[in-house]
């Protein structure tokens, strides 16, 4: 029992962030909606990107899919992922670089899980209409995480969500699906993602390819860091794109199972 004056917990970081009169840019410390980039509008360069309530079927997979802000800046995506026991574990795949600020903290493992212990986890961060931009309800949110696996040779992380309320179970009212995998040599199509591309609302994007292969791929202009062999590769996209803000998110199979993380 704390004693008179005592606080019953330890305040670890603190974010704040100040409105002002400017509502197109990105608020410090909440997610980002819309924002000026290289001189363009945030949402005019994701208007081919449609929001994931156009696509109904795949329902389920977006209830899975959650915005990530780490260090009170960095904003990307995630999944909640199943275990084999199926018991609501909250676990979350995304990409190694989403927490290690973008390879500036490559190796240092002990900042790397002082930053994973930043993330706020947004759920059903998305517009509630099909066709249109409406600023989405970040009032569901949860705060806190701590790194389970990491491996910046493949760009991976698992986090698991350690800010819950008493049940120790995220919220029934975010309604969340916990995603199965697959690590299938030759996954089926057809092949989706949905993201947060420019830390917007969640979209849908579909891959015209009927078969992927594993190929290289290298993050940045000097390819480094870079990978041999370890990304599913999708050479066009039939519906919708992907941006920064995607980073982290899950490619589905045509099971509707998590088959990798973006890195790019």
């Given amino acids: 029992t704390p004693q008179r004056g005592e606080l019953p917990f ?28 290289n001189g363009r509008k945030g949402l ?15 329902w389920r997979q977006s209830r899975s899919v959650v915005q990530l802000m780490v260090g009170g800046r960095f904003i990307s995506s995630g999944v909640l992922i199943n275990n ?25 493992l002990d900042k790397i899980r002082d930053e994973a212990a930043t993330t ?8 509630p209409q099909r066709e ?21 040779d493949s760009d991976m992380a698992l986090l698991r ?11 029934e009212a975010y309604q969340p699906y916990f995603a199965g995998w697959s690590i299938e040599a030759q996954p089926r199509a057809p092949f989706f993602g949905i993201h947060h591309p420019l830390g917007s609302t969640k979209r849908y994007s579909e891959a015209a390819d009927r078969t992927l292969s594993l190929e290289d791929y290298c993050l940045g202009l000097l390819c480094d860091p870079s990978w041999e062999g370890k990304h599913w590769m999708v050479h066009r996209w039939k519906i919708g794109s992907t941006a920064a803000g995607s980073s982290g998110s ?4 045509g099971e509707g199972r998590i088959i990798g993380a973006l890195t790019g």
């Fill in 120 to 127: 706020v986890f947004f759920f059903n961060f998305q517009t």
């Fill in 44 to 58: 005019q360069e994701i208007a081919c990107i449609p929001n994931v309530l156009a696509h109904p079927d795949q």
């Fill in 161 to 171: 969500i350690v800010g819950l309320p008493a049940s120790r179970k995220i919220p």
């Fill in 10 to 37: 330890r305040i670890g970081s603190l974010f704040h962030g100040f409105r002002g009169r400017r509502t197109d840019f990105a608020q410090p410390g909440e997610p980002f909606y819309d924002y000026n980039i």
């Fill in 250 to 253: 899950p490619l589905f199979d």
């Fill in 132 to 152: 249109g931009n409406i600023r989405a309800t970040e009032e569901q949110s949860l705060s806190g995480a701590e790194l389970v696996a990491y491996n910046e």
């Fill in 84 to 108: 084999s026991r199926s018991d609501g574990t909250p676990y979350v795949l995304t990409s190694a670089h989403c927490v290690n600020r973008l390879f500036d903290l490559e190796g240092e």
